[in-house]
């Protein structure tokens, strides 16, 4: 067991493009020289049991590269999104020695916060203009994020998104990072930024 990897987690709601933030992250490591291992917490069916386990579609900037290892797992029925074989996943990515491990939660709300448990570093996304976004981080996920992330910055409202959750986060007396993601200027800051956080955290 090496005990060496970065873990950093990816939550937020359903359609916040978490998937597309995990992919991005792993090309920015993978371009650093960083061995990655991404696992995808995916819902399960309260029917059959099955995961949706779409994930790999959306994870195609990385397709074909041997140094990342990509794991769909299905929360199978537990209250929090993290699933209960999530833990043992990553300690066995860190005990094959990946030098990062971006863990992406199912987006349930409130119990996001499971995620803390197992990431060093926890990127929250947040959509323009959502107020179940806002509701969600009322409900304490603004408690867990060291950075969040307004996604799809270029639409109506993502100003009104950042100022609201400045707000929010200076009223709870901590400094996290509030950045823009778009497909246009402010691509790659948010990858940037949690590669800092994950510095500063002496990882």
């Known amino acids: 067991h090496t005990g060496d990897a970065q873990v950093v987690g990816v939550t937020g709601s359903p359609g916040a493009g978490k998937s597309t933030l995990v992919d991005k992250l792993a090309k920015h490591y993978r371009d650093e020289g960083k061995t990655v291992g991404v696992i995808a917490v995916d819902p399960s069916s309260p ?8 994930d790999r579609i959306r994870m195609a900037s990385n397709v074909g590269d041997m140094d990342v290892f990509f794991r769909s797992m299905s929360a199978r029925g537990t209250l ?3 699933s209960t074989a999530t833990t043992d996943a990553v300690r066995a990515l860190d005990a094959f020695g990946k030098d990062v491990i971006v863990v992406e939660t199912v987006g349930a709300g409130q119990n996001e916060i499971d995620i803390v448990r197992t990431a060093d570093t926890v990127a929250v996304l947040v959509q323009p203009a959502s107020g179940d976004d806002v509701q969600m981080l009322k409900a304490g996920i603004l408690e867990i994020g060291d950075v969040f992330v ?14 609201e959750l400045q707000e929010m986060i ?3 007396g901590d400094e996290p990072r509030v950045l823009r993601s ?8 948010a990858e940037r930024e949690i590669d800092e956080r994950v510095a500063e955290a002496g990882l």
């Open 80 to 82: 929090g999104v993290l």
């Open 182 to 189: 778009d497909v246009g200027h402010h691509a790659g800051d």
């Open 47 to 54: 029917y059959s049991g099955g995961a949706v386990l779409g």
């Open 150 to 163: 307004v996604n799809k910055a270029d639409l109506d409202g993502a100003d009104r998104t950042v100022t």
């Open 170 to 172: 200076h009223m709870r």
